[in-house]
């Protein structure tokens, strides 16, 4: 059975402290990993796709990495409009659903 | 605009009641999903569509009930034996060809039991 986690379950960050939140996944045959943006109240919004091991993307002061057993979402220099909840989801083997964590909810103050 | 558009955005049921949230997308995508959220555990599948007049359950099908009649609706009944509907519901859809394909989100429905 496909098992996501993330960490910490909660972060709170001054305005421009960075850090990273991470995502461990055990599945067989990993063919996606993603990472969602959710507001309070709101539907989740499409951040990043990693395929393989060592791939990095990045949009504006989020950076997503990838690694056989994990994955990071950095957040550079934050502000207090990057607060919501930062969702991991993965797809594995034949199933074309996502798997979700639960999530890290991020409070940055100003 | 293309997008997925999920009505109503507050719905309320009372004891035995059935109730139908709509689930509406013009991306034109094969593949379409419904989730449910609960504070602290993430999103839990509950039923998803790879075609028209085919679905599968999810994790949580028990109480509910859906139909794929075309390719641009998905609506999701919540019965009376789902016995905890409190919840905000999800729907999403993404492309049916390749797998590592993002599904994309609706603003979601929140339901209430009264």
Redesign the interface.
Same mark, same amino acid.
């Given at each position: 059975e496909d098992q996501v986690t993330q960490s910490p379950?909660a972060l709170r960050l001054q305005e421009g402290e960075s850090s990273s939140l991470n995502c461990s996944y055990t599945v067989s045959g990993l063919?996606?990993l #993603?990472w969602?943006r959710q507001d309070p109240?709101?539907?989740?919004? #499409?951040l990043f796709?990693l $395929?393989s091991a060592g791939e990095e993307k990045e949009k504006e002061r989020l950076k997503a990495t990838l690694t056989k057993k994990e994955s990071f979402l950095h957040i550079t220099a934050p502000k207090p409009e990057d607060s919501a909840t930062y969702?991991c @989801?993965v !797809?594995a083997g034949s199933a074309? =659903?996502?798997? %979700?964590?639960?999530?890290t909810q991020l409070t940055v103050l100003p | 605009d293309g997008g997925?558009t /999920?009505s109503p955005k507050y719905l309320f049921r009372k004891e035995g009641q059935n109730v139908t949230l709509s689930c509406e997308q013009n991306l034109n995508h094969d593949?379409m999903?419904w $989730?449910r959220q609960d504070p602290? /555990?993430? *999103?839990? *599948?509950i039923y $998803?569509s =790879?075609i028209v007049n085919d679905f599968q359950k999810?994790d949580i099908a028990e109480g509910y009930s859906v139909s794929r009649e075309k390719k641009e609706s998905f609506p999701l009944t919540v019965t009376s034996a789902q016995k905890n509907p409190t919840a %905000?519901y999800?729907c @999403?859809s993404?492309n !049916?060809g390749e %797998?590592?394909?993002? @599904? %994309? #989100?609706? !603003?979601?429905t929140?339901l209430t039991v009264v």
């Open positions: 379950e063919r996606g #993603f969602y109240g709101k539907g989740p919004e #499409f796709t $395929y969702l @989801a !797809q074309r =659903q996502l798997t %979700f964590g639960s999530g | 997925i /999920q593949a999903y $989730y602290g /555990q993430g *999103l839990r *599948l $998803y =790879q999810g %905000f999800l @999403a993404s !049916q %797998f590592g394909t993002e @599904a %994309f #989100f609706g !603003q979601g929140r």
